[in-house]
C-alpha cells in the first residue's frame, strides 16, 4: 500500500539557518504531494503541495519539488525563523482510483523542528 | 469566514463507555475526513465521505468505530466499548472535493481519554 517516510526529528536549529526534511513516498498510482504543519496548540494547515512530477510547491519561504525518479518530496527552507518552530508532516494522497478527488490523506510520521534564537 | 468545529474539545472516559465525537464542517464542502492522531501510530485516516456516494470505511480500525454523515453536512463518529488504545486526537477535516479545489482544513480535534 501507499507509504510516506520522513526523516526522524526533533531537528533543531539557529535562527536563520537551512532547514531540510526529508520525505520519501511509495504509491501504486499517481499521487499528489503535501506538507502540512501544525503550530504549537494549532490544528493541521496545509503548507504546500505539489500535484505532478516536477511541480515545485512553495509557501512562506518553504519549497518542495515533486520528484517522481527519487520518489521524493524534501522540504527546504533557506532561513528559518523562531516562528518556524513546529510539527511538519509530509502526507500524499493517491489520486489514481476516484477522478476529481483527492481522497485520504496518507501522512508520515511527522518532524518536529525547533529554531532557536 | 467560519472553518471546521469540532465538538467537544476535550473528553474524558471510562473504559466500556460508549462516546460520540461531532464534526461540523466548512459549508459547502461535499467531502468529508475523519483521522486520528495518536502517539503511537501517528495520523492515521478513518473513515471519508464524498457527497451521496458510500463511505470509504477502510480506515476504521474495529467495528466498535462507525460514523455518519447526516445530511451531507455534520458527521459523528462514534466509538463502542471504548478501550484505552482509543486514547487520541480524533480530528476532521473537510474539502471542496471534485471542483479544482482539494484542499482539506482540518478542525481543532477532539482529545479523548480513555481511563
Known amino acids: 500500500g501507499d507509504s510516506v517516510t520522513q526523516m526522524e526529528g526533533p531537528v533543531t536549529l539557529s535562527e536563520e539557518a537551512f532547514l531540510t526534511i526529508n520525505c520519501t513516498y511509495t504509491a501504486t498510482g499517481y499521487p499528489s504531494l503535501f506538507w502540512y504543519v501544525q503550530y504549537p496548540g494549532e490544528g493541521l494547515q496545509l503548507l504546500l503541495k505539489?500535484?505532478?512530477?516536477?511541480d515545485k510547491g512553495s509557501n512562506k519561504g518553504f519549497e518542495a519539488t515533486y520528484r517522481k525518479e527519487t520518489t521524493s518530496f524534501h522540504l527546504e527552507k533557506g532561513s528559518v525563523q523562531v516562528s518556524d518552530s513546529a510539527v511538519y508532516f509530509c502526507a500524499l494522497s493517491d489520486t489514481f482510483v476516484v477522478a476529481d478527488s483527492w481522497g485520504k490523506l496518507q501522512f508520515g510520521a511527522g518532524t518536529q523542528v525547533v529554531v532557536t534564537p | 469566514g467560519a472553518g471546521v468545529s469540532q465538538s467537544p474539545s476535550n473528553k474524558v472516559t471510562e473504559k466500556g463507555k460508549d462516546v460520540e465525537l461531532r464534526c461540523d464542517p466548512i459549508s459547502g464542502h461535499t467531502a468529508l475526513y475523519w483521522y486520528r492522531q495518536s502517539l503511537g501510530q501517528g495520523l492515521e485516516f478513518l473513515i471519508y465521505?464524498?457527497?451521496?456516494?458510500?463511505?470509504?470505511k477502510s480506515g476504521l480500525p474495529s467495528d466498535r468505530f462507525s460514523a455518519e454523515r447526516t445530511g451531507g453536512s455534520v458527521s459523528t463518529l462514534t466509538i463502542q466499548r471504548t478501550q484505552q488504545e482509543d486514547s487520541a486526537v480524533y480530528l476532521c477535516?473537510?474539502?471542496?472535493?471534485?471542483?479544482?479545489?482539494?484542499?482539506?482544513?482540518f478542525g481543532p480535534g477532539t482529545r479523548l481519554t480513555v481511563t
Open positions: 465521505f464524498q457527497g451521496n456516494s458510500a463511505p470509504d
Open positions: 505539489a500535484t505532478k512530477a516536477d
Open positions: 477535516a473537510s474539502s471542496l472535493a471534485g471542483t479544482g479545489n482539494y484542499e482539506q482544513y
